[in-house]
């Protein structure tokens, strides 16, 4: 395994996913998943996304990969980040700068994310932090290089990955979900947060402090 991959599995007791998925429908309901599509073929992730936090991640045929500031159907603003999730973010990440980007990924029975790396972002010395909630899914993380070795494990309801250093680089991806593994979403699939820091941080002004 990489260095750099934290598993905390079970993190959030089930009150805490309850409440967690209560406040990623308040999200939803001003800022609806959509389907993003990829770079240059236009062909849909089966997937689907929406952001919280003053920047989120989309993807579309013409432009490609990136954050942007505004949902690309309805054109409004991203919704706040809920307390719950930034409070994670301080408690676990270790980074002395609060996160941008929260994004929501909606896995139905059959989704998958490819292998990939997260490179989109300006910040890579940022860690990454992942929530996961519902069904468990299969994960795979390998190195660098997309031929190096992969480790499988699965992520369950509750679990929080925290990605640094090397890990931060590594390629991951999601190959397949367990239907039927969880209760906590009444329509099943899985729910995945990933807090970002997207741009490079201020550095300190010695006088200000
Ligand atoms: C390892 N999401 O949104 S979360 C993604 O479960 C993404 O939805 C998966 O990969 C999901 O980009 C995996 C765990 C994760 C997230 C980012 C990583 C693992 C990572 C970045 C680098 C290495
Ligand atoms: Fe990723």
Not at 74 to 100: I, K, N, S
Not at 107 to 117: D, T
Not at 149 to 166: E, M, Q, V
Request: glycine fraction near 10%.
């Amino acid at each position: 395994m990489i260095e750099g991959f934290r598993h905390l599995p079970g993190h959030l007791d089930r009150p805490a996913q309850e409440a967690l998925l209560a406040a990623i429908r308040a999200v939803l309901a001003e800022a609806p998943l959509f389907v993003p599509t990829m770079p240059r073929s236009g062909r849909p992730f089966s997937v689907q996304m929406s952001n919280c936090g003053p920047l989120g991640w989309v993807s579309d045929k013409a432009r490609g990969y990136r954050y942007e500031a505004c949902h690309p159907v309805t054109g409004q603003p991203w919704p706040a980040m809920p307390e719950m999730v930034t409070a994670l973010w301080w408690a676990l990440a270790g980074y002395g700068a609060p996160p941008e980007a929260c994004l929501i990924n909606y896995y139905a029975p059959g989704a998958r994310l490819g292998s990939h790396r997260d490179e989109d972002e300006a910040d890579m010395a940022a860690p990454l932090l992942s929530i996961s909630l519902g069904d468990e899914a299969v994960f795979h993380i390998g190195g660098r290089k997309r031929s190096d070795a992969k480790t499988r494990l699965t992520l369950a309801s509750g679990d929080i990955a925290i990605l640094a250093g090397p890990a931060r680089l590594a390629y991951h991806g999601i190959d397949r979900i367990r239907p039927g593994t969880s209760d906590l979403i009444a329509e099943g699939g899985r729910f995945n947060l990933t807090l970002r820091r997207v741009t490079q941080p201020a550095p300190c002004d010695p006088q200000a402090g």
